[in-house]
């Protein structure tokens, strides 16, 4: 017998690579130039949000001048700062920037008392020489200062944000997506940096292009070609081993998604999203029941046959719109660029469309056979629409 699972790798490979390229894509600091000629020796592009960091560490007396830019629409602010007192948002000392009606740009220093600032500006928990300043140009804010770096330790927890606005009021950021991964621990003397966000950006989307590609396609395909190509005498028994290998690489992908999902979900203290993760457990218990029910699979000729068909197949329908629409559910939070959510909704009516007129066709041919053959339906299961 052919080995037909195979097809599935290529499209299987050719999805990893796209969504590999477009995690790794990023901005290049080194590029970057700045007013009035002023230079940095090292700079950092982070992980999120198309932020960059330059800046020139000074170890005679443990300051640093710094470059915060970030693109952001006029009306909005983007900030970057230091904690001082652990990681993330609340206790950071920061700097944001943000402009006027008239297009005056002001930096606002203050400390993030909690998850709902305040803002009223102060000083910082470091010493800041002289004032900062910044500038509104290409859709980006660059912002310069000069810091004493904290406890003189060359190595910092820092933060950076951006969030829409108007007219000078400092809106609150979204907070999901990029927006709360913007925090890692940065060495300015080596520039090496750390983030929760690399390897948590990272694995969130291995968990999305996992569970997509599994749950979101291979899986449906699996259905479809049990339900069209078995109308084919001709494909009997080649379908079933078809739909077997999608099924189960669906489900060994999708599970390996599933669990990076649950590890994800444990790993974030603040913040939980219940009915992605409800409906994914609910996803994945169908799916397993599904497996193991296929051990129990009547023969043919067995009367519970038809039953264990009805099962199967509402169970399996279950599973393939929860996941359907738990993707779009992931989407939503990951919010990677638009484009990815354009590219599955195509997939999906790609296979919508094709699933529609596929069925068009079985009804034509099944009624045809009833037609030629009045004892067809009822002693062969092959070609049954149920
Ligand atoms: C405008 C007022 C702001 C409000 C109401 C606000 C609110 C929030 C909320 C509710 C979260 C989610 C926390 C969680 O779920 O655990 C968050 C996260 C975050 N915020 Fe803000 N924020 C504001 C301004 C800022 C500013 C100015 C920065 C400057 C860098 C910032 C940086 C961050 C970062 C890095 C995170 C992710 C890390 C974490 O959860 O601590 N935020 N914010
Ligand atoms: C920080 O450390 C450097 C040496 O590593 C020292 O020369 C400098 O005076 C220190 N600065 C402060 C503010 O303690
Ligand atoms: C720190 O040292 C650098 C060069 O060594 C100097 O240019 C700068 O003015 C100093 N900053 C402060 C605040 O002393
Ligand atoms: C400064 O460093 C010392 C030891 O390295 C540490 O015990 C202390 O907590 C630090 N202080 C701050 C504000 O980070």
Redo the contacts with the bound molecule.
Sequence with gaps: MARPGHSAWPLLAGVLLLAASAAGQSQNCQSASFQNGRAFQQCNNMAVLGATLHWTYHAANGTADIAFRAPQQSSGWV???INTQGS???G?S?F?VSQDSAGAVSVLTTV?EG???S?TSGSLRFNVPGAPTAAYANGEYTMFATIALPNNSTTQNT???A?PGNTGA????T?SGP??L??QRLDFLSGQSTGASNSRLHRRNIHGVLNAVSWGILIPLGAMIARYLRVFEAADPAWFYLHITCQLSGYILGVAGWGLGLKLGSESK??TYDAHRNIGIAIFCLATLQVFALLLRPDKKNKYRLYWNIYHHSVGYSAIVLSAVNIFKGLDILKPASGWKKSYIAILATLGGVALFLEAITWVIVLRRKKSDKSYGATNGNGRVV
Aim: aromatic fraction near 6%.
């Design positions: 900030a970057w700062g993330g948002m609340a950071s920061v944001i993030l998850t709902s600032p803002l933060v950076w944000q969030g400092i809106a609150p950021h907070t927006n709360v913007s925090m603040g913040i």
